[in-house]
């Protein structure tokens, strides 16, 4: 079935097709034929950072930028659903065309930079919708904020999005915004995670609840930025990182048509990028800060392949896009024990 509308969508550019395919699903739910979806409870769940997901597989950030299809993603078995990522103002993104399907090597070039309707409508959003389950929301910087100023759209984000989340995610590593990855950087990362936990700390007795945070990092870090990443998620306590966005790097797709286009790379051809890194941080972090790995999941074996390898949850995008929601239902089943 998912061959047939995956052929009708793939006439259509990326951004297009998936604006057809979000407002299909959503059709789709309003006459309850989302419901005819068996259901996928039957993963295993699990406790991670003091929060219970029902099954390790989650959407990943940037599908559902504006949290506008959150009930209808959730049907289609979910163990976690990531929206985002939102900035404190609206922006449009760059200009198109800006997202690029490899159809034979199962990537995604994509450069949005972030388009979205800033947080405080998205947070409309999720008050409207009926989702009770894990709900993460991604957060970043407004493109015309100075990096030196980055820490302000950071904690404003949070603050907004601290009572309607169950977790947060800090996003560090989108290659699209000019200057974003910096905030990895030592100096720019110790001074973002220290303000953010005292937000937290704040926020806690604010709202007499604790919001874990996360932070997701790129897979194109040197070593040496790895190792402080890895430092300091230790030494400030953080509650996850997530690896890995997506790479700058074109390993893998030398015959693309569409290998000089500016922006990150997804789906197969990073998967050996990411779980190198994931790998990397696992080492560093002994078990001590949980993993939830994203990057190039395309089967059952590569998400089988992510919690042996640390990972305590897992993450798809464009696996998604290649093979429909069947993906989640397999990660469920090959990722029980
Ligand atoms: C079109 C597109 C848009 C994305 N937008 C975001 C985003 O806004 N924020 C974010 O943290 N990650 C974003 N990502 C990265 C994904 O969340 C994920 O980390 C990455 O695609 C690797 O997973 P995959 O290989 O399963 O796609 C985006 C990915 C794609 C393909």
């Avoid at 052929?7 to 604006?19: G, S």
């Avoid at 103002?89 to 388009?115: A, V």
């Avoid at 932070?215 to 400030?236: F, H």
């Avoid at 990150?264 to 990028?273: C, F, I, K, N, V």
Wanted: hydrophobic share 40%; aromatic share 10%.
């Amino acid at each position: 079935m998912y061959s047939i509308i995956r052929f009708l969508l793939f006439l259509f550019n990326p951004e297009t097709a998936h604006h057809i395919a979000m407002k299909s699903l959503r059709v789709a739910d309003f006459f309850g034929l989302l419901s005819l979806i068996p259901s996928s409870s039957n993963g295993r769940s699990r406790i991670v950072f003091g929060i219970e997901f029902k099954n390790p597989v989650g959407l990943a950030a940037g599908l559902d930028k504006n949290a506008e299809y959150i009930d209808c993603l959730a049907r289609l078995g979910f163990g976690f659903i990531e929206v985002g990522t939102l900035t404190p103002r609206p922006q449009p993104g760059n200009p198109k065309p800006r997202s690029f399907r490899l159809t034979k090597e199962r990537g995604i070039i994509n450069r949005f930079g972030f388009n979205n309707i800033g947080i405080d409508k998205a947070i409309l959003n999720i008050q409207r919708s009926k989702y009770k389950g894990v709900l993460g929301i991604n957060i970043g910087k407004n493109f015309d904020t100075p990096i030196e100023a980055a820490i302000n759209d950071y904690i404003t984000c949070f603050r907004k999005a601290y009572d309607y989340a169950t977790y947060i995610v800090i996003n560090i590593s989108s290659p699209n915004t000019k200057n974003l990855r910096r905030l990895q950087e030592e100096d720019f990362f110790e001074d973002l995670i220290r303000a953010i936990k005292l937000e937290q700390s704040a926020l806690v007795k604010k709202y007499n609840k604790y919001v874990p945070f996360l932070v997701k990092i790129s897979p194109d870090g040197e070593v040496n930025e790895l190792d402080n990443i890895v430092r300091l998620l230790l030494k400030y306590n953080i509650d996850g990182v997530i690896a890995t966005n997506t790479t700058l790097a074109r390993d893998g797709i030398p015959q693309s048509d569409f290998r000089n286009e500016v922006g990150g790379l997804s789906g197969q051809p990073l998967r050996l990028r990411a779980l190198k890194t994931q790998k990397y941080l696992y080492k560093g972090l002994k078990g001590k800060v949980p993993i939830i790995g994203v990057g190039g999941i395309m089967n059952a074996s590569d998400g089988e392949e992510r919690i042996n390898e640390g990972a305590e949850l897992i993450q798809i995008y464009s696996g998604l896009i290649f093979k429909g929601y069947r993906l989640i239902h397999e990660l469920c089943e090959r990722t029980k024990q």
